[in-house]
């Protein structure tokens, strides 16, 4: 069965050609300390690109949390008393 692309069942010349293994790199070149200051550097790097709450979003969010696992939790008590008193009725 062919198509535009070329047959299902025979794979295309490029995936037959054995790809060259890179070796080194940025890793490969340094010792184990220079792999872990590479490492911190990319963690420092990477918090720098991260959008922080101001104080006030974050009172807004924490606030919203606290009160959706109240909710949460009274909405857990009402059906977990409601299963214990069908037990009773129902077991004596």
């Known amino acids: 069965m062919t198509d535009a692309v070329g047959s299902i ?4 010349a490029q995936d037959e050609a054995p790809r060259p ?14 792999r872990l ?4 550097r990319q963690v420092i790097a990477e918090l720098r690109k991260v959008v922080w709450p101001t104080r006030n979003q974050l ?11 109240v ?15 069908a037990a009773k009725y129902v077991f004596g």
């Open 9 to 12: 069942d025979t794979p295309d």
């Open 21 to 34: 293994k890179k070796k080194g790199g940025k890793r490969g070149k340094k010792g184990p300390l220079g």
């Open 37 to 40: 200051a590479l490492f911190y």
């Open 59 to 69: 009172s807004t969010y924490t606030t919203v949390v606290i009160v959706f696992v």
């Open 71 to 85: 909710i949460m939790i009274g909405l857990v008590t009402v059906i977990d008393y409601g299963f214990s008193q």
